[in-house]
């Protein structure tokens, strides 16, 4: 069984030996006329003004955080998946184990439905600004 | 238009000799770790995803018995790769790309596990060896779309392609790259070889998602009039490997035309798709197929 993981591992390390491979065999023969220029980021001709390194809005942190949340559940529901049929014709467990999973998936979707409607799956979240009543208090 | 010659044959080994003899650049500003290990993990898990992929009886390097699990999992390490460029890079343009990528990727991975759901619930299996051998009945074309449950398997069928198109960065999903907005998008810094590997991915990997449909959806293998053949005939896994290729080729080529068609996606508009509409549908077609094999496997 472990056998085949290093059949994997075999393959993973010879994709990244094939990069390798071919930029060795490529400074055999490409050019190497490097000019300060050259190096410098690529801004459509406009000289650069300061690095990319620097703050920006990531937008969908909060589509990230849910994606984690799906993704964990995903992690269950292909066990789930893979022995519900098994699970069904089991005497005594029957439309149980079905249930359970719909019961599982159906908090999720609660979830996605609330995030949905706060408005936190759109890419520029609409802002909406709060009523003066509130304010006054 | 000028191609190769041989019918545009030999364009391609002209390109690749093109591609190696042009210089290797190494922005002055970039990460040179995180820039020269981008090309090489985006390849390597490339070529992972080949290790686990069913061709023929007997022709397979690696049967996990957690097949498609680690499928999607190794799929994952190309959008790494693809931030990891992104942000070694230091450029502006670049970063952009990779933070769309990264929203991309995530948006769409939950349609494509959930899309895979249905036929792990029909064949009850995580390996792809096995959900092809149950596929074999009915003279070769006993294939999930033609089963009792074809209703979700043709719907799941095409949300999985969809869903893999967008993680493939493929147009009209091609947001990271998108060279009329972006320049290059993450490789706008790579030149010459690195920049090849991107591309030799991309399209390792659209062959490798077509070859999961296939396995799981369109029989792999198996092809009408295989039971002709004699039991443990020497034609078998020749035949089948062809056969297998053939489904595959002919699902990637589906993905070029697409390219070809369609105009390239706002980028609130992928993020709209994915989250509003295809993962609803997944959900449902999840417990359609889920209710249906349940009550198929009731004694």
Redesign the interface.
């Known amino acids: 069984m472990y056998f085949e993981y290093a059949n994997v591992l075999v393959f993973f390390l010879a994709g990244m030996g094939l990069t390798a491979a071919g930029l060795l065999l490529g400074s055999l023969i490409r050019p190497k006329r490097t000019t300060d220029e050259g190096l410098e980021s690529y801004e459509c001709g406009e000289e650069a003004i300061g690095e990319a390194w620097f703050r920006f809005d990531i937008r969908f942190y909060t589509i990230a955080l849910v994606y984690m949340v799906f993704a964990v559940e995903i992690a269950f529901l292909f066990p789930w998946a893979r022995v519900l049929k098994e699970a069904v014709a089991t005497e005594g467990l029957g439309g149980a184990a079905l249930l359970e999973g719909l019961l599982f998936t159906g908090i999720l979707v609660l979830g996605l439905a609330w995030v949905w409607a706060k408005g936190d799956l759109d890419w520029v979240r609409s802002w909406k600004p709060s009523p003066p009543e509130e304010e006054s208090k | 238009m000028r191609t190769g010659g041989w019918h545009g044959w030999s364009q391609t080994l002209a390109d690749a000799i093109k591609l190696?003899?042009?210089?290797?650049?190494?922005?002055?500003?970039a990460d040179p770790v995180l820039f020269r290990l981008a090309?090489?993990?985006v390849?390597?898990?490339?070529?992972?995803m080949?290790?686990?992929l069913p061709f023929a009886p007997g022709i397979q390097?690696?049967?996990?018995?957690l097949g498609?699990?680690?499928l999607l999992a190794?799929a994952s390490l190309t959008t790494i790769g693809v931030i990891m460029a992104g942000?070694g890079?230091?450029?502006?343009?670049?970063?952009y790309g990779a933070?769309r990528g990264?929203?991309q990727a995530?948006?769409y991975?939950?349609p494509l596990?959930?899309s895979l759901?249905p036929p792990?619930?029909h064949f009850?299996?995580?390996s792809l060896l096995n959900a092809t051998e149950q596929q074999s009945g009915w003279g070769g074309m006993g294939w999930y779309v033609f089963s009792d449950a074809f209703w979700v398997a043709i719907p799941s069928f095409f949300l999985f392609l969809t869903a893999s198109l967008a993680e493939n960065r493929r147009a009209p999903f091609d947001l990271p790259e998108s060279e009329s907005e972006l320049?290059a998008g993450f490789h706008?810094?790579y030149s010459?070889?690195?920049f090849?590997?991107f591309f030799l991915e991309e399209y390792a990997a659209m062959f490798a998602t077509s070859a999961v449909a296939t396995a799981y959806w369109l029989g792999g293998w198996n092809f009408p009039g295989m039971t002709l053949l004699a039991e443990g005939s020497a034609w078998l896994p020749w035949l089948g490997a062809l056969a297998f290729l053939l489904k595959a080729m002919f699902l990637v080529c589906v993905m070029i035309w697409v390219r070809w068609t369609l105009p390239r996606l706002r980028?609130?508009q992928v993020?709209?798709l994915g989250?509003?509409y295809l993962?609803?549908l997944a959900?449902g077609l999840?417990?359609a197929a889920?209710?249906w094999?349940?009550w198929?496997?009731?004694?």
């Open positions: 190696l003899t042009k210089e290797d650049i190494l922005p002055s500003g090309p090489a993990l390849m390597g898990s490339a070529l992972a080949f290790a686990v390097f690696a049967d996990l018995d498609i699990y680690f190794i942000w890079s230091n450029n502006k343009w670049s970063l933070m990264a929203a995530a948006s991975e939950i596990a959930l759901i792990i619930l009850g299996t995580f320049v706008t810094e010459g070889l690195r090849a590997f980028i609130d993020m709209t989250w509003k993962t609803p959900l999840m417990v889920a209710g094999e349940a198929r496997a009731m004694p």
